[in-house]
């Protein structure tokens, strides 16, 4: 199994707190990625990163922030949570030395915001 | 932009029976297709990819071929077994800005009974 680990794997937060949700990788992968999921919408793409300092906005970008200080961790931050933000974090790296390259996945941080 | 769509479920199947999930695809240029298998309380890993038309992807028994013509990337598995229960993930990986970000479904959940 590629090495991902997610933390927390659980949080429960009050709407308007800050949350970051921690990604590291023993991998060294050059590309991370954060994915929202959420039923009837699938993953949707939340920011990704192809390098040290190096990120990106995905399609659902609105709300959070990322930093990436150092190849193994990827962090994403929801500087002021909102209920709508509730839903299941997903991790994912890969090489991205071609499209045909797999993404690997972190086990998931379900988020909740009451 | 590149989209992924795939048939909505829940699919309900008895043991031993037939499955077809389809798939369809739009992109610029020649993406990679990719099959995902997401169970219970776990990330998504891969199941199946296939990098060039007319290529087909296997493993466990699933099959998937890459139509260019139809644009369509169509899951089956002859004889499906109650541990095939899960959410089924189609993928597409294209270039976009030097990066090949994969795109996902919404996906279509499986459920198998004895």
């Known amino acids: 199994d590629a090495g991902i680990t997610q933390s927390p794997r659980h949080k429960v937060t009050e709407t308007g707190t800050p949350v970051t949700l921690r990604c590291h990788q023993t991998?060294?992968?050059?590309?991370m990625y954060w994915y929202r999921q959420d039923p009837g919408h699938g993953l949707r793409l939340i920011h990704y990163?192809?390098?040290?300092?190096?990120?990106d906005k995905g399609e659902v970008s609105d709300g959070y922030s990322v930093s990436r200080s150092k190849t193994e961790d990827f962090l994403l931050t929801l500087e002021s949570a909102t209920s709508s933000q509730t839903s299941v974090y997903f991790c994912a790296i890969s090489e991205s030395k071609g499209s045909g390259t797999e993404a690997f996945f972190g086990q998931g941080t379900r988020l909740t915001v009451v | 932009g590149d989209s992924v769509t795939q048939m909505e479920g829940p699919v309900t199947l008895s043991e031993e029976a037939f499955l077809t999930i389809n798939c369809t695809y739009t992109?610029?240029?020649?993406?990679?297709l990719f099959w995902y298998v997401q169970y219970p309380g776990e990330g998504l890993q891969l199941l199946l990819k296939a990098t060039k038309a007319d290529d087909k992807g296997s493993n466990k028994g699933f099959e998937a071929t890459y139509r260019k013509e139809t644009t369509s990337f169509h899951l089956e598995k002859g004889s499906v077994q109650v541990s095939d229960s899960a959410v089924y993930f189609c993928a597409l990986s294209s270039p976009n800005k030097g990066s090949y970000i994969p795109t996902f479904g919404r996906g279509t959940s499986l459920i198998v009974h004895p």
């Open positions: 990163s192809y390098g040290v300092k190096d990120t």
């Open positions: 991998e060294n992968h050059r590309y």
């Open positions: 992109a610029t240029g020649y993406p990679s």
